[in-house]
């Protein structure tokens, strides 16, 4: 079955400290892939993408994602947290190539907590 | 960049009473509109697909009738919750979806129903 899978529920980093989310994929050709950032009470707001080219994507606010096609995987980076960094972070998959209208498919989430 | 407005922010309705959420794109015209609904601490949970002047398209386990979903222009799409009840209390996100855009999203709606 088509999955996403985010295997951290929860990590807690220092502040200044690197981070690394991770996410894993099941489907049978490369996906659409993306992240999401979710504020408490808020809604989704997109980090980074990717559809093809570069396997690394450089998203806001100094995120950033590899894609390895040989681990079905998509690891979003950022080299020194910040507190405001705090928030839930979604992995999210569309298993079709061409934009539009095919829908999400969302993981878990890892919710992100930074100590000062 | 593409906008999405969602509104209410905050709704707290009697049970039994309907309530509507509304889904604007503001910059651009979305080809398709997506209603999900987040529980405490999990994942967004798609309730249903909906392209302009089409009927929307439930998952599997959302009651359409009570979910109605609307999308009357490329830049409307209302959900509905009707006959509210305590156990429909939730947060409710939507999504705008263009080609040229990807993919929106609402900044969400939490209902409580008392």
């Known amino acids: 079955a088509q999955s996403v899978t985010q295997p951290d529920i929860h990590i807690t980093v220092s502040e200044g400290a690197s981070l690394e989310l991770r996410c894993n994929y099941s489907?049978?050709?490369?996906?659409?892939l993306f992240w999401y950032v979710q504020s408490p009470g808020q809604g989704l707001q997109l980090l980074l993408k990717y559809f093809s080219g570069d396997t690394l994507v450089q998203g806001i606010k100094g995120f950033e994602a590899e894609f390895k096609r040989s681990q079905s995987s998509f690891n979003l980076r950022k080299p020194s947290v910040h507190w405001s960094d705090a928030a839930e972070y979604f992995c999210a998959v569309v298993p079709y190539s061409g934009a539009g209208s095919y829908q999400l498919t969302f993981g878990k989430g890892t919710k992100l907590s930074v100590i000062p | 960049g593409a906008v999405v407005s969602q509104h209410p922010s905050r709704v707290i309705c009697k049970s039994g009473t309907s309530v509507k959420i509304e889904c604007r794109s503001l910059?651009?015209?979305?080809?398709?509109m997506f209603w999900y609904r987040q529980f405490p601490k999990q994942s967004l949970m798609l309730m249903a697909t909906?392209?302009?002047?089409?009927?929307?398209?439930?998952e599997q386990g959302v009651e359409k009738d009570k979910f109605l979903i609307n999308h009357a222009s490329l830049t409307l799409s209302t959900l509905t919750v009707t006959s509210a009840h305590p156990e429909d209390s939730s947060f409710y996100i939507c999504?705008?979806?263009?080609?040229?855009?990807?993919?929106?999203f609402g900044s969400g709606t939490r209902l409580t129903v008392v």
């Open positions: 999504s705008a979806s263009a080609r040229d855009t990807g993919y929106t």
């Open positions: 910059d651009f015209q979305a080809t398709t």
């Open positions: 909906s392209n302009e002047g089409s009927k929307a398209t439930y």
């Open positions: 489907y049978g050709a490369t996906p659409y």
